[in-house]
């Protein structure tokens, strides 16, 4: 492997190759470190959004069934025509962003949720309308962790394969490389001994 990578085999070559495995190991030290912690943000955040997302989806349930309720006070074309023009708009404020690189949204509402008379409509339809936009930012929230989660995932999954990289590859061709010119230089050590011993036996002889 080391001589495939043409590698010259003297000491200033080995020193460089011990410096290089000493930086691999202590960066293998901080990815594993690293991955490590996303790995601790990661479970606490899935139990949050697993809680986020129940509430959420109990709420939408009960905002559901008011539209339903509000359709069998009222027929489904009497609700369509009330809600045909609606008078609000919604506007999203990003005000921050989290470590993960996830924009945080403010909502703010213009106009009137209720967009029609009261006439032909009824309490339900109040109701649905008013908790949907109480839940609206709930689910902003639960769409910004949902965010955060998959870029936790990415970040993990690449941490990962670095740390696989130096771990099986990187450290153990560097390892092979000092082994292959520490081998050589030892060669050519005895040879060189071997040289003087005879060099001192022509002397003496």
Request: hydrophobic content about 40%.
């Amino acid at each position: 492997m080391a001589q495939a990578l043409q590698i010259n085999p003297t000491r200033m070559e080995l020193l460089k190759q011990k410096q290089r495995l000493q930086a691999a190991r202590r960066a293998y030290d901080l990815l594993e470190d690293k991955r490590d912690k996303l790995i601790q943000q990661f479970f606490p955040l899935i139990k949050e959004i697993h809680q986020l997302r129940r509430k959420v989806e109990a709420d939408l349930s009960k905002i559901y069934l008011d539209f339903e309720g509000a359709k069998a006070i009222n027929s489904e074309k009497e609700i369509e025509a009330a809600l045909w023009w609606p008078e609000a708009e919604v506007s999203l404020k990003i005000t921050n962003f989290t470590s993960l690189r996830t924009p945080q949204f403010k909502p703010s509402l213009k106009g009137d949720i209720f967009c029609y008379g009261f006439l032909g409509t009824n309490w339900r339809l109040d109701k649905g309308l008013r908790d949907f936009w109480r839940v609206f930012p709930r689910l902003l929230k639960l769409a910004q962790k949902e965010d955060e989660v998959r870029r936790l995932a990415q970040d993990i999954e690449r941490t990962r394969r670095r740390v696989n990289a130096l771990e099986y590859i990187l450290i153990p061709q560097i390892k092979q490389a000092v082994k292959y010119i520490t081998m050589k230089l030892e060669e050519r050590e005895r040879a060189h001994i071997i040289n003087l011993m005879k060099i001192k036996e022509m002397i003496k002889g």
